[in-house]
């Protein structure tokens, strides 16, 4: 071989390295885009997809579009970092689904027209921030931290907020919740638009159960996911099996034997029950006159709620730290109100872990009373789902309630009980009341309807039992009409959860899919320690910055010299 060849051969080499380097890198980027990969080294597993909803993607259902409205040149650094994740989740959730998950970010701002109408008419609100503007300082622009779920076959769309707190401060905290539920907004998005049925739903009257203005946001809401129906217990023979689950609010005359027979089979035949009840009289407008005597309310389901594995006490849970503020003419000259702390009107918070409470904020009851557990039944599970603070006492009713006690402000010492509980999750094969006890008014019922006991459940059943019904309940105003659940009328600026837990709550006991799972993931706040950040600031910003230029010039150097050593003749 002569010497010219040779040295073409030589000189050819990196050339070929190269090609096959460019190549092989294109065919990987190809790939990518077919194949998606992740890999979740995450202690806490932040990019791992639960497998509840997994399996929802998983399953033969309609293709979806999902646009995300969260685009546009200069997002501040939080909405770009919430928009990374969105995208990240719906990418994993392309791959899952093969492909019948699809998605594109749309900038609401930009050239696409139609997606300021497509936000109008979904009523996804934007939230006006302050962005850098360059030489011209600082402008305003709106920001659409929504998702809308489209589905290809029809008009049919679910709009989803991305973003946990409607609010321009996207905080760290607020940033890390909205994270932490973006698995499971989006994928609540998908499944709602991918159901083949709509589930049923009972709300039942006869026992002067509230249906007016008072629950207007609790009936509007749940007819945005369920088949609501009304069915008035008094006038049914039973309560039919279609309906997946039944909710009894606020009943307020005592129910009869019959009528809890009607109940307790219903539930035996696999139904799934929502209790929202007081056993203690009291509302804010009792307080008019400044006083008024709470009084036990007689339901007749002492027994019933025994059998549960429960009872509800007649007294009222006050709380000395976890309380909303009401306005009392302050003593002395200042004719301004002031705000005091209403130890009546507790807020509760979540008892466990449950996927129903965990992350919730706070919830708003009004005249709570306490619930106790017994061990009647071992095979029924109990989990807490909201309870006071650890500065908590009850007062049994009959009980004068006077407005000046506002005035007084509550010496926690003076609370010593803690986490009473407001809400409860009863799980499992109920065993029946009328097991070896009918009385007479059943028997005759039964003979009459021709119907047979069951004397327990085949399958699991799921109870929640609220004992205040006033956290279904909204405010009404003679000017604005119903405000939203959660909502108080002295603090209109703050929301509390309770649409959130009510939604919860059905979605758990209704859909067996358990959606909720993926409420319950929790994310690490990786937190810098202040002390440290300031005490080694110089040591990182060398080691980040100049090591890395060092480790590089030192790279080069040995490179040459190896190249120089290897074509030198």
């Known amino acids: 071989m002569s010497e010219k060849k040779q040295n073409n051969n030589i000189r050819s080499k990196p050339g070929r390295r190269l090609f096959i380097i460019i190549l092989l890198l294109a065919i990987v980027n190809i790939a990518s885009w077919f194949v998606y990969f992740q890999l979740d080294l995450t202690k806490d597993k932040r990019y791992t997809v639960t497998p509840a909803t997994a399996a929802m993607l998983r399953q033969p259902g309609d293709k979806v579009e999902v646009l995300v409205f969260l685009e546009g040149d200069d997002l501040p650094a939080a909405f770009q970092s919430l928009a990374n994740s969105t995208e990240s989740m719906l990418r994993n959730f392309r791959s899952m689904s093969g492909n019948k998950v699809v998605y594109r970010f749309i900038d609401p701002l930009g050239s696409d027209t139609t997606a300021m109408g497509l936000l109008r008419k979904y009523g996804m609100s934007g939230i006006p921030v302050t962005v850098n503007a360059g030489k011209k300082g600082t402008v305003q622009k709106m920001i659409f931290p929504w998702a809308l779920v489209l589905r290809h076959d029809s008009q049919s769309a679910y709009p989803v907020f991305l973003q946990e707190v409607n609010s321009s401060n996207l905080n760290r905290e607020t940033l890390l919740k909205s994270e932490m539920l973006l698995e ?27 249906f007016d203005l008072s629950v207007f946001d609790a009936i509007a809401s749940l007819r945005q996911y369920y088949r609501l129906d009304t069915l008035n217990l008094q006038q049914a023979d039973s309560i039919p099996a279609h309906f997946k689950s039944i909710i009894i609010n606020r009943p307020l005359y005592a129910f009869s034997e019959t009528d809890k027979f009607k109940i307790d089979q219903y539930l035996m035949r696999g139904g799934n029950i929502l209790w929202s009840i007081n056993m203690a009289t009291g509302t804010l407008d009792s307080l008019r006159s400044g006083s008024f005597n709470s009084m036990p309310a007689d339901l007749n389901l002492n027994d019933l709620f025994y059998n549960y594995g429960i009872r ?4 009222l849970i006050t709380d000395a730290v976890n309380s909303v503020y009401i306005p009392l003419q302050a003593s002395g000259n200042n004719p301004q109100p002031e705000l005091r702390p209403w130890i009546y009107f507790p807020v509760l918070y979540a008892g466990s872990d449950h996927p129903v409470v965990k992350n919730l904020n706070g919830v708003l009851t009004r005249f709570v009373s306490s619930i106790d557990t017994n061990a009647n039944d071992a095979s029924i599970r109990k989990t807490l789902l909201l309870t006071s603070s650890r500065y908590s006492r009850t007062e049994a009713v009959p009980l004068p309630v006077i407005l000046e006690k506002a005035i007084e402000i509550p010496d926690p010492a003076a609370f010593p009980s803690k986490n009473l509980v407001g809400a409860i999750l009863l799980e499992g094969k109920f065993r029946s009341l009328y097991n070896g006890r009918q009385p007479q008014e059943v028997i005759s019922f039964m003979n009459n309807a021709g119907s047979a006991l069951v004397p327990s459940a085949e399958k699991t059943g799921k ?17 604005r009409g119903p405000s939203q659940m959660g909502a108080f009328v002295f603090t209109p600026d703050y929301l509390y959860d309770n649409r959130s837990f009510f939604l919860n709550c059905m979605e758990y006991i209704t859909d067996p899919g358990n959606l909720l799972e993926a409420r319950g993931k929790t994310y690490d706040l990786r937190r810098l320690d202040p002390k440290r950040v300031e005490d080694e600031k110089l040591k990182w910003q060398l080691i980040n910055i100049v090591v890395p230029v060092c480790i590089i010039l030192i790279l080069g150097c040995i490179f040459n010299l190896a190249r120089k050593r290897k074509y030198t003749t």
């Open 184 to 210: 499971y907004n989006l994928a609540n998005g998908i499944h709602q638009l991918r159901k083949n049925e709509v589930p049923m739903v009972a709300y039942l009257t006869g026992n002067g159960e509230v």
């Open 463 to 479: 109870v929640v039992v609220l004992s205040d019904a006033d956290i279904l309940a909204n405010d009404v105003s003679e000017k």
């Open 312 to 315: 509800i006490n007649t007294n």
